[in-house]
C-alpha cells in the first residue's frame, strides 16, 4: 500500500522567510502528486499538482514544488512566506489511475508577523 | 460555479444512532469521494463512487456505507455509530480521472 511522509509537523517562521516542507512516498508506479492547504475555518484547497511533464510545478500564492523520482519526493517551497501562509498543509499522492488519494499527516505552518 | 456543498455542517448523535451525510458535487463532476478526518488519523479515504457505482473503497468496516444519485450526489450513512466516529467527514468531487479533487467544508460529526 502507499504512504506519504511528511516529516515536519510544525514549522514557525518569521515573515519572509524561505520556506521548504518535505513530502516523500512510497509507490512504485506512476504517481499524481499533490498539495493542499488547508487555513483555519476553511475547506482544503488545492495549491499545485503534478501529473506529467515539467517535474518543478508552479502552483497558486507564490508556492511551487519539485518532482525528483529517484528520491520519491514532491517537496513544497516559497521563497518569501507571509502571515497569511499560516495554515496546515498536507501532501498527497494518488496511482496513475488518479482515483483515491493518501494523504500525508500534515505540517502546521505558522509564520509570525 | 459553486463548490462542492456538503450538508450538514455540524450533527451530534448518540452511540448506537445511524447518520446520513450529504454531498452535492461541483456541476459538471461526476466522480465523488469520500474521506474521513480525524486528529489521530488524519486524512482517510473512506470510498469513492462515479455513475452511481462504487468504484474503490477503503478500509472502513461496513457500517460505513454510501451512494451516488443519477446527478451525482452522493450520501454517506454510519450506522451504530461509536465514540471514535466523531470526525470531520470530507465530500470531495473531480471532474474526470485525471483532474485534481476539490474539497467541501465537510460535516463535523461528534457521537456523545
Known amino acids: 500500500a502507499q504512504s506519504v511522509s511528511q516529516h515536519n509537523h510544525h514549522v514557525i517562521l518569521s515573515e519572509a522567510a524561505s520556506l521548504e516542507l518535505g513530502c516523500n512516498y512510497s509507490y512504485g508506479g506512476t504517481v499524481n502528486l499533490f498539495w493542499y492547504v488547508q487555513y483555519p475555518g476553511q475547506h482544503l484547497q488545492l495549491l499545485l499538482k503534478y501529473f506529467s511533464g515539467d517535474p518543478l510545478v508552479k502552483g497558486i500564492k507564490g508556492f511551487e514544488a519539485e518532482f525528483i523520482k529517484s528520491k520519491f519526493s514532491f517537496n513544497l517551497r516559497k521563497p518569501s512566506v507571509q502571515w497569511s501562509d499560516t495554515a496546515e498543509y498536507f501532501c498527497a499522492v494518488s496511482p496513475g489511475s488518479a482515483r483515491q488519494l493518501t494523504f500525508g499527516s500534515g505540517t502546521q505552518l505558522t509564520v509570525l508577523p | 460555479k459553486a463548490g462542492v456543498t456538503q450538508t450538514p455542517r455540524y450533527l451530534i448523535k448518540t452511540r448506537g444512532q445511524q447518520v446520513t451525510l450529504s454531498c452535492s458535487p461541483i456541476?459538471?463532476?461526476?466522480?465523488v469521494s469520500w474521506y474521513q478526518q480525524t486528529p489521530g488519523q488524519g486524512l482517510q479515504f473512506l470510498f469513492e463512487?462515479?455513475?452511481?457505482?462504487?468504484?474503490n473503497k477503503g478500509n472502513f468496516p461496513g457500517r460505513f456505507s454510501g451512494r451516488q444519485f443519477s446527478n451525482s450526489r452522493s450520501e454517506m450513512n454510519v450506522s451504530t455509530l461509536e465514540l471514535g466516529d466523531s470526525a470531520l467527514y470530507l465530500c470531495a468531487s473531480r471532474e474526470g480521472s485525471n483532474q485534481p479533487q476539490h474539497f467541501g467544508d465537510g460535516t463535523r460529526l461528534s457521537i456523545l
Open positions: 463512487y462515479f455513475s452511481e457505482t462504487q468504484r
Open positions: 456541476s459538471g463532476h461526476r466522480s
